[in-house]
């Protein structure tokens, strides 16, 4: 496909139109006028409404096929919360008002959904309150990290080092990293729980935190928790939930009473607000009573006359994490999808979800390698070793998949298993799609023994064939140069 | 599998090329492997001190990043900087042109708790079982 440069054609245009009578703005200093020409391609208003078109039909999404991305719960999005956040009322409020003289009464339903929201995430987890304003999942876990970095400061505790399990999201090592501590990994043990020995070989007065996923990345929810928080909370150290995995509990356990202090929620996996290029994610983050004093500024509070206002007191706030309240569009769908699910649903939720990916579980256990084999939460983790002997890896997998109109499921990850292929299904997938996706890895796993050339060859039906992903990482080319 | 006798080992696929009080320091061919394309190296500093079985590097491939773990404890003497464009060299020369640092090593008794070639070829058998 060519790109819409190549398309320019000399001399070609779209449609001009009528210059308005408005006073030209006064002019720019000269300085800043550009010199050249912009080198925008030149085409008809026909050749741009076909190129991006058609761009459009190549796209993949949850709204044309099946998406068991694991660890990144690609839920469908309702249509009902995307009206709900094109309402006038909503959509038309600028940000800024509440913080104007006379404003705050214009966006009182605004400032009521996000303190509703608070108030429904605090249910939901156990904790004692959130604030809704950082802007995606990693963003929170900074935030998070941040909140428990202000109250050692201010307890006056010297601690350097935070503790994540080997099994652990790149993201969680790495927001420590950002806040300034020094990480500690955690192995596995041979069960496929964080090694508690391990654990409590490391775990000293240095220790900040301990991060954990929960159930963890490998599908599986670690008995020990409570456990583990309970020791950590001794050595004066806190835990941290990393809540990407939070709609397998929904409703049967909330982090809060299992010992978690921070809590951060992807909005964007759990209540079915879009994804990556749909919209801009929402990662809230919850604490327990002891963090409440450091949350960032603002906070949304309810007034003794029933009225909503931001307050900006807060002396041992962290400060000001994002510009204005967060995402609020993607917060107001959030809210709209747990009213409408309500408790019941969004604990048939849960329960659907953890059931399609057992049902895959079950169905697949003869045709791949299972490393921790026994019941799963809401994703399964297989290998491919077997596949592997045959020289078909979990990338031909995955290929082979795109082939056959399925977005492959995440691909090496955890890292503790070889060849993993991290199979999420999500509760909004009938049995249906389910078995038909079933089918085709079951026809992998066959082909690998009979005709792995089959495998390895694929995509062959899309518009490209294999990417050197190698070079592209070795050598990005992110421009286009004439 | 590529493992050369002169070398010790350890669990977290490191190398290391002793000669008197200086280490030669990489990953194996077995690590390098299990990766796949490596497409950047995040080399230590000249003159960093690094311990024993801490973080001192970082390979990343088109499947993951890994870290890399000192093998010794000491000081970094020399790093090479030929990965820094031909991260790929790890690949094709896990033990020679792909080698990631020299160090200084500070304690030679820490030797005893890394493994010869006959105990990493077993140890590496037991992990593809």
Redesign the interface.
Known sequence: MKLIFEKHKEGRRGPSHAKTGAPKAKGLDPKYLRKKDTNLPSLSELDVVRHYTNLSRLNYSVDTNFYPLGSCTMKYNPKFTERIALFEGFSDVHPLLPQLSGGGVLAQGSLEVLYETERLLSEITGMKAFTMQPMAGAHGELTGVMLIAAYHKDKGRRRKFVLVPDSSHGTNPASAAIAGYQVIVIPTGKDGYMDLAEYKKKLNNETAAVMLTCPDTLGIFNPHIKEIADMAHEAGALVYYDGANLNAMLGKARPGDLGFDVVHINLHKTFGTPHGGGGPGAGPVGVSEKLVEYLPISRVVRRGDGTYALDYQAHKSIGYIAPFYGNFGVILKAYAYMLRLGREGLIEAAEMAVLNANYCLAKLKDYYDLPYDRTCMHECVFSASRQAKNGVHALDIAKYLIDRGYHPPTIYFPLIVKEALMIEPTETESKDTLDAFIDVMIEIARLAEQDPTKIKEAPLYMPVKRLDETKAAREPNLRWRP | MDIPKDRFYTKEHEWASIEGGTAYVGITDYAQS?LG?I??IGLPKIGDMIKQTEFCATV?S??????VYAPLSGKVTAVNKDLVAH??LVNKHPYDKGQIFVMEISNPDEKANLMDEEAYRSYVEGLSK
């Open positions: 299990s394309d497409t950047f990343e088109v499947k993951a990043a890994s870290d991260p790929e």
